[in-house]
Nanobody, 123 residues
Framework: QVQLVESGGGLVQAGGSLRLSCAAS?????????MGWFRQAPGKEREFVAT????????SYTDSVKGRFIISRDNAKRTVYLQMNSLNPEDTAVYYC???????????????WGQGTQVTVSS
């Protein structure tokens, strides 16, 4: 059974940083998967944030987080991270990690999803 468990969300002031983690279990040949981060703010549609192949290639970010967010992974821990710096109130959302076969920006192409972690940035 595939499980993705996010952690690391919380309340932070504008300009601060948070690191989200996504621990993956149950993925067969996990190195063949791509991992993505998405977010959904209240009243808005889910949006792509970042993605990468588990091997570390094919990194991609949405424009609004380029230069501020970094996606990375620890193969030994089977964990993907999203380091978020210079946070602003527009980053407030529930953040989800997802696993799929390709590092795409399209959420519908991901097969597995975590439960989400809340990130709130105060002004």
């Amino acid at each position: 059974q595939v499980q993705l468990v996010e952690s690391g969300g919380g309340l932070v002031q504008a300009g601060g940083s948070l690191r989200l983690s996504c621990a993956a279990s149950g993925l067969t040949i996990f190195r063949t998967y791509a991992m993505g981060w998405f977010r959904q703010a209240p009243g808005k549609e889910r949006e792509f944030v970042a993605t990468m192949r588990w091997g570390g290639s094919d990194l991609s970010y949405t424009d609004s987080v380029k230069g501020r967010f970094i996606i990375s992974r620890d193969n030994a821990k089977r964990t993907v991270y999203l380091q978020m710096n210079s946070l602003n109130p527009e980053d407030t959302a529930v953040y989800y990690c997802a696993a799929g076969r390709n590092p795409t920006r399209n959420g519908y192409e991901y097969n597995y999803w975590g439960q989400g972690t809340q990130v709130t940035v105060s002004s």
